[in-house]
């Protein structure tokens, strides 16, 4: 019997090393650990997303940005305080430390004047709680009208954020106005009218009312009659005249008529018909400034072109009479567009003799229409004016005149009186000195005509 070979040991590692040893990564088909070591370090980490993950998040915005909760909230305070303007105020005041006023300022507003949200077209929404204490609900009345004023401004002033969303509400309000009755109306336009007067607003919410539909179906001007109105009864038509102009709206007034009555003549009746004759004189001045802007700017075309001075002295005439413009205001006019038709030299010295030699050339043009003795006053009082508000020309004032004078243009009269008595506290002290020797000049000039004609008699 063969001896039979002794068995050889395995090799046993240590369960700690097993997973790195050659053997047993290689029975399982695994290569070198350094290797995979190195591949895994060359893997890009993949992009993740930080931040909070919230698993109710639909749900969560559905009720962040519902409405609903807050209109109640709003509704049951105003039943509770009723029509007692001052509680409605205190309730606003307090009710924005606990509500959202910022987010939802449209509703908060819908509320306040409709008595609900307004669903687009002015009509409230059926599917919301609503309050029957709103302005569309109160008296119709310019004294209940200020005191709703009251609770808008008081809560504005307490909230100022809440300024631009309010001016939002009534420019959409008034796009909406053929959705509310005409009591409803006649509320807003009243409410608006004060807060325009109060400051509240600005004059270009007006931009709503040129809206085409309201405009053709005459919603527009009727609602601007209660507004202008409520307006000029709190401020004056200065103060109404000096907003509009802030905004660019004092030549818009026209688009409240539809394109075929858009004229002087409609807009003046339709006012003056209601009570508002300071609206349309207003007006119709904006319109003759349009006018005399225009043809200043034609003037001035015609003399930079080098047109002749009699085609430009027709033409004046005509438009003269066309718009129904004053000599007096014509001559202003025409010195305006004289002196804005050439490019001045900026230094004094140089400016004066381009001065004189410029004039000289318009003189027949500047005489033609100084046929009145208060026209030739009035052109004065232009130079005076002119050569004060552009500094390079305070010295040129005297030779300017004597000019004029000596090319028939002005009478000693006119300039005596506007030395003695009519002449503009602008550079008053300068151009007096300036005129000085001029005046003794001609006053002793014409004390030697009286006494000439004293010997002739």
Same mark, same amino acid.
């Given at each position: 019997m063969s001896a039979q070979a002794k068995p050889v040991d395995k090799i046993c590692y240590p369960r700690q090393h097993l997973k790195s040893s050659p053997i047993w990564r290689k029975k399982r088909g695994l290569g070198n650990p350094g290797v995979v070591s190195f591949m895994n370090n060359q893997k890009q980490q993949k992009p993740t997303l930080t931040g909070q993950r919230f698993k109710t998040r639909k749900r969560d915005e559905?009720? =962040?940005?519902?409405?609903?909760?807050?209109?109640?909230?709003?509704?049951?305070?105003? +039943?509770?305080?009723?029509?007692?303007?001052?509680?409605?105020?205190?309730?606003?005041?307090?009710?924005?430390?606990k509500l959202d006023y910022r987010r939802y300022a449209e509703t908060l507003f819908d509320i306040l004047v409709a008595?609900?949200?307004?669903?687009?077209?002015?009509? $409230?929404?059926?599917?919301?709680?609503?309050t029957e204490f709103c302005l569309f609900t109160a008296q119709e009345d310019l004294e209940t009208m200020q005191a709703y004023a009251q609770v808008f401004n008081k809560l504005i002033r307490r909230y100022k954020y809440l300024e631009k969303g309010f001016e939002e509400e009534i420019k959409k309000l008034l796009l909406f106005l053929k959705g509310f009755t005409e009591s409803e109306r006649n509320k807003l336009a009243m409410l608006t009218g004060i807060l325009l007067a109060n400051g509240n607003i600005s004059a270009s919410i007006l931009s709503s $009312?040129?809206?085409?539909?309201?405009?053709?179906?005459?919603?527009?001007?009727?609602?601007?009659?209660?507004?202008?109105?409520?307006?000029?009864?709190?401020?004056?038509?200065?103060? *109404?005249?000096?907003?509009?102009?802030?905004? #660019?709206?004092? +030549? =818009?007034?026209?688009?409240?008529?539809?394109? +075929?009555k858009r004229s002087c003549e409609h807009f003046s009746k339709y006012f003056t018909d209601a009570g508002l004759k300071e609206l349309s004189d207003f007006a119709r001045n904006q319109q003759?400034? #349009?006018?005399?802007?225009?043809?200043?700017?034609?003037?001035?075309?015609?003399?930079? =072109?080098?047109?002749?001075?009699?085609?430009?002295?027709?033409?004046t005439r005509e438009e003269m009479k066309k718009a129904n413009i004053s000599e007096q205001t014509m001559i202003g006019i025409i010195w305006t567009s004289v002196m804005s038709s050439v490019e001045w030299n900026k230094k004094e010295e140089l400016v004066t003799e381009q001065a004189i030699k410029h004039l000289k050339q318009y003189s027949p043009l500047l005489n033609a229409f100084t046929s009145q003795g208060l026209s030739e006053l009035s052109l004065l009082l232009k130079i005076q004016e002119y050569c004060y508000d552009n500094i390079h020309f305070m010295k040129a004032f005297q030779k300017i005149v004597v000019l004029l004078y000596k090319a028939d243009v002005l009478s000693e009269e006119a300039i005596l009186k506007w030395y003695t008595e009519a002449h503009l506290a602008k550079g008053k002290s300068v151009f007096l000195e300036q005129m000085k020797?001029? *005046?003794?000049?001609?006053? +002793?000039?014409?004390?030697?005509?009286?006494?000439?004609?004293?010997?002739?008699?």
């Open positions: 559905k009720e =962040r940005f519902d409405p609903t909760q807050f209109q109640e909230s709003i509704v049951q305070g105003l +039943n509770q305080t009723g029509t007692d303007l001052e509680a409605v105020a205190k309730f606003l005041d307090a009710s924005g430390a008595g609900g949200m307004l669903a687009p077209g002015g009509t $409230l929404s059926d599917d919301m709680t609503r $009312l040129f809206n085409e539909n309201l405009v053709k179906e005459g919603v527009s001007a009727a609602f601007a009659v209660k507004l202008f109105k409520s307006w000029i009864n709190e401020k004056d038509i200065n103060s *109404v005249a000096a907003s509009l102009r802030k905004v #660019g709206m004092d +030549n =818009r007034l026209m688009e409240l008529f539809p394109a +075929n003759s400034i #349009g006018a005399r802007k225009e043809l200043q700017k034609e003037l001035q075309e015609q003399m930079s =072109r080098g047109d002749p001075q009699k085609e430009i002295i027709a033409y020797k001029f *005046v003794e000049w001609l006053k +002793n000039a014409e004390e030697e005509s009286e006494s000439d004609e004293e010997e002739a008699d």
